[in-house]
């Protein structure tokens, strides 16, 4: 288990991640500062949603995958055998892609973590679902609909906030987002994109996005992920590395690689 401390820094030291015998990224240090929104970004392949699915230890579900280096929270190695993967998860919770609620009530979405750690009483349910909803800016949309429609029943947007809401239900610490608004219409990306910042007041949130003008608008940290390519025997391989991490505003306006300025202009991704 990872016992609570004082420092919340999430730390990542020289962590590679390899499927097989394939490496999707290497050589990663970076921070995540707490209770700020860090983006990752870079071109499709450079690793960067194998290094966000590491930090919660979700690659454990991927046959053949495995990570070196180390993640560190709160102090603790989050790859130590003592670390409970299950726990982990419900510290640092998950928002994927696409919209993904389960089909039933809008009330059983988000009290399906909760009963899973034991809740059982009505009442507890009831709190925490509406402070849920509430935290996820969508109670007002979905109160008079709790128990008769299904998540699969809201719009796109809602959807995804209702994924939100899910993943807050548990209380987490972390909250990480595999590139949230990709399948939403711009206005509903706007709203998550304003959910975002708010939620970063009490929550770290770490957030993989193509769209740069997002990593711009929301993060105050980025991370810029590029591929690097080498020939082995008439065989090309290919990983990701990190090229530059640093507060947002200071890697779009000043970057310190050609490559980063070269990616965030558009002249190649």
């Keep these: 288990m990872i016992e609570t401390a004082s420092r919340d820094l999430l730390e990542i030291e020289r962590m590679g991640v390899w499927y097989g015998e394939t490496c999707a990224v290497r050589s990663v240090t970076l921070p995540i500062n707490p209770r700020r929104i860090t983006a990752f970004i870079g071109p499709s392949g450079c690793g960067k949603s194998s290094v966000l699915r590491a930090i919660n230890r979700m690659n454990d579900l991927v046959p053949g995958a495995r990570v070196q280096g180390e993640i560190r929270y709160q102090g603790h190695n989050l790859y130590d055998e003592s670390v409970d993967p299950v726990e982990l998860r419900r ?27 034991g809740i059982r009483d009505r009442k507890s349910l009831t709190t925490i679902v509406e402070h849920s909803l509430l935290q996820a800016a969508l109670w007002d949309e979905v109160r008079n ?118 990616y965030i202009s558009g002249r190649f991704g």
């Excluded at 709203?191 to 608008?217: C, F, G, K, P, W």
Aim: aromatic content about 8%; charged content about 25%.
């Design 91 to 117: 510290r640092i919770g998950m928002v994927f892609q696409k919209p993904n609620p389960f089909p039933r009530s809008i009330f059983d979405n988000v009290a399906y973590g909760p009963r899973l750690l």
């Design 145 to 262: 609909d709790l128990h008769r429609k299904s998540g699969l029943e809201l719009s796109g947007g809602q959807q995804q906030r209702l994924c939100i809401a899910r993943a807050l239900a548990v209380e987490p610490e972390v909250i990480l987002m595999d590139e949230p608004c990709s399948a939403l219409d711009p206005i509903a990306t706007q709203s998550i994109e304003a959910l975002m910042r708010d939620l970063a007041q009490d929550y770290t949130i770490v957030i993989v996005t193509h769209n740069m003008q997002q990593a711009l608008r929301v993060s105050d940290y980025t991370a810029f992920f590029n591929i690097r390519k080498r020939e082995l025997d008439g065989v090309e391989l290919r990983w990701g590395e990190l090229v530059e991490f640093g507060p947002t505003k200071q890697l779009f306006e000043g970057p310190e690689h050609q490559e980063t300025a070269d």
